[in-house]
Nanobody, 119 residues
Framework: QVQFVESGGGLVQSGGSLRLSCAVS????????MGWYRQAPGKERELVAT???????KYPDSVKARFTIFRDNTKNTVYLQMNSLKPEDTAVYYC?????????????WGQGTQVTVSS
């Protein structure tokens, strides 16, 4: 199992910044990727950013150039720096870990942290 400690969510005005952090522990060997997803009320969960074990990153167009994902492997922590926040970024943000064990792929999710952007 993987344990998560997420932090950094909160209320911010439009144009402001927040940094989310997600520290993982437990069965964290063979982590292939870490990332952030979000889910707004009435909407499906969507990708925000991912970072592979080798540091490759991926963002959807909606957050590209505003959000940056990075990780500290010594602390088993992944971060999401969010700048120029917009009201449409309001959602619960979930930390995600993908672990591989041979050919098996395991998906783990944090408990989520609320981000609210006021206009």
């Amino acid at each position: 199992q993987v344990q998560f400690v997420e932090s950094g969510g909160g209320l911010v005005q439009s144009g402001g910044s927040l940094r989310l952090s997600c520290a993982v522990s437990g069965s964290i060997f063979s982590i292939a990727a870490m990332g952030w997803y979000r889910q707004a009320p009435g909407k499906e969960r969507e990708l925000v950013a991912t970072i592979s074990r080798l540091g490759s990153t991926k963002y959807p167009d909606s957050v590209k150039a505003r959000f940056t994902i990075f990780r500290d492997n010594t602390k088993n922590t992944v971060y999401l720096q969010m700048n120029s926040l917009k009201p449409e970024d309001t959602a619960v943000y979930y930390c995600n870990v993908v672990r591989m064990d041979g050919s098996a792929v395991y998906d783990y999710w944090g408990q989520g942290t609320q981000v609210t952007v006021s206009s």
